[in-house]
């Protein structure tokens, strides 16, 4: 199994700073990678596929880098709705695993 | 406007049984994949299991081979998840998620399914 590891496991920052999550598989996943958000209580959301692909809908502060082994996801000029966790997830082969999640907290 | 409905959470005994549904709508389901994701009380996603458009292949989580059977109805629009020798450590809320070019794109609210004596 492909196992992915972020970091770090919680960051705090304040409103209009900028945040990078980085994200590690154990092996190449090519640019099978995928980003979700996740507020308490609610199911998580899809915000990056394919490692850099914006999904419909979502805001442009939101990008996502990286290919291989090594990926990152960045949060410019934060907002208060962006504190969350986020986890990533790669879409290489079955099983699909996740990363233990990084949350965001207000500084 | 895609939705996603799981039911069939509930409070189980370790060893007993229990059969999740998803309700979708919004969309034409027979053409996605779906899959089952679940969060245990204060942890992370987990993978559960995945079923493709016409249930030919079906891939599960290691830690629920054998004890799970995820299943499909395309003409009632319906996902479901048969949980059978239930442990502690399924204790989590089901998610039922829509996959879309391997990336799951839609997830339901999600259903607690809480196993304990």
């Known amino acids: 199994d492909i196992q992915m590891t972020q970091s770090p496991s919680s960051v705090s920052a304040s409103v209009g700073d900028t945040v990078t999550i980085t994200c590690r598989a154990s092996?190449?996943?090519?640019?099978?990678l995928a980003w979700y958000q996740q507020k308490p209580g609610k199911a998580p959301k899809l915000l990056i596929y394919?490692?850099?692909s914006l999904q419909s809908g979502v805001p442009s502060r939101f990008s996502g880098s990286g290919s291989g082994t090594d990926f990152s996801l960045t949060i410019s000029s934060l907002q208060p709705e962006d504190f969350a966790t986020y986890y990533c997830?790669?879409?290489?082969?079955?099983?699909?695993?996740f990363g233990q999640g990084t949350k965001v907290e207000i500084k | 406007e895609v939705q996603l409905v799981e039911s069939g959470g509930d409070l189980v005994q370790p060893g007993g049984s229990l059969r999740l549904s998803c309700a979708a709508s919004?969309?034409?389901?027979?053409?996605?994949?779906m899959m089952w994701v679940r969060q245990a009380p204060g942890k992370g996603l987990e993978w559960v299991s995945y079923?493709?458009?016409?249930?030919?292949?079906?891939h599960y989580a290691d830690s629920v081979k054998g004890r799970f059977t995820i299943s499909r109805d395309n003409a009632k629009n319906s996902l479901f998840l048969q949980m059978s020798n239930l442990r502690d450590e399924d204790t989590a809320v089901y998610y039922c998620?829509?996959?879309?070019?391997?990336?799951?794109?839609?997830w339901g609210q999600g259903t607690l399914v809480t196993v304990s004596s």
């Open positions: 998620v829509r996959e879309y070019i391997d990336y799951f794109d839609y």
């Open positions: 919004g969309f034409t389901f027979s053409t996605y994949s």
């Open positions: 079923i493709s458009r016409s249930s030919i292949t079906i």
């Open positions: 092996q190449s996943i090519s640019s099978w």
């Open positions: 394919g490692a850099s």
């Open positions: 997830q790669q879409a290489n082969n079955f099983p699909r695993t």
